[in-house]
């Protein structure tokens, strides 16, 4: 059984630098902590739900934080994405809806904590459950 022999220097410079290592990984770590992703509606994304709550239990079950990212995917010409506000998602009224974007897709960095209204503003979409309110928290 062979043994490799380090001198003491170099042994001294390998250890500072695995410590180093270890020490970028974790703030690498707490820096992929700090923002998520998120896919509104997974794999579904952002269309016509199978059912009315779709979107609002998809809220509930994520706990978007400030900094992190909201992606809407949806068909351009199938669906849009409407910022919009509480009274107008209440009773998804679309006649005037501030924020409208039909060709892309969005990608959100929430910067407030609070509430944001999204719907899609095509007749009868929201109607049938494609809107959400999610309340977005403190980091
Ligand atoms: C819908 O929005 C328009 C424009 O803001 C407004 O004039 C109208 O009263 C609203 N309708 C309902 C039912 O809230």
Redesign the pocket.
Known sequence: MSQIRLPNTTMTNVMSAMTMMVVLILMLQLHEAKAATYIVGDQRGWTIPPYDNYYKTWASKHRVKVNDILVFKFEYGKQNWAWVER??YN?C?T??VPVVASKYTIVLRVLTPTTFHFMCSFPGHCSRGQKMSLTVVCA
């Open positions: 009274h107008d009773v009224n006649t005037a």
